[in-house]
Nanobody, 114 residues
Framework: VQLQASGGGLVQPGGYLRLSCTVS????????VGWYRQAPGKQRELVAT???????NSAESVKGRFTISRDNEKNEVDLQMNSLNPEDTAVYYC?????????WGKGTQVTVSS
């Protein structure tokens, strides 16, 4: 199973970024996929997930700013992040749950700084 993420980088406060993750090796259409993040000195936390029925679960801190979406034809999950602030600075990890197994990508750095 491989999860390949892209789209991280440095952005100014108030800016936006889009993360994409392509998943291979599982039946993507039935998996729950999404994003977690880990800031320095903190535990990994949920950002947002989207289930096979397109049910979304997201952290309160990102509601209204981040939008998660999936494309079952491309085996891709995306995270559109708007109105970024320094508290969003973290390594973002692509995630997939298939059956009883959880899978993780390597992480992509998002830094929000002026």
């Amino acid at each position: 199973v491989q999860l390949q993420a892209s789209g991280g980088g440095l952005v100014q406060p108030g800016g936006y970024l889009r993360l994409s993750c392509t998943v291979s090796g599982i039946t993507f259409s039935v998996a729950t996929v999404g994003w977690y993040r880990q800031a320095p000195g903190k535990q990994r936390e949920l950002v947002a997930t989207i289930a096979n029925a397109f049910v979304i679960n997201s952290a309160e801190s990102v509601k209204g700013r981040f939008t998660i979406s999936r494309d079952n034809e491309k085996n891709e999950v995306d995270l559109q992040m708007n109105s970024l602030n320094p508290e969003d600075t973290a390594v973002y990890y692509c995630f997939a749950r298939f059956g009883l197994m959880n899978y993780w990508g390597k992480g992509t750095q998002v830094t929000v700084s002026s």
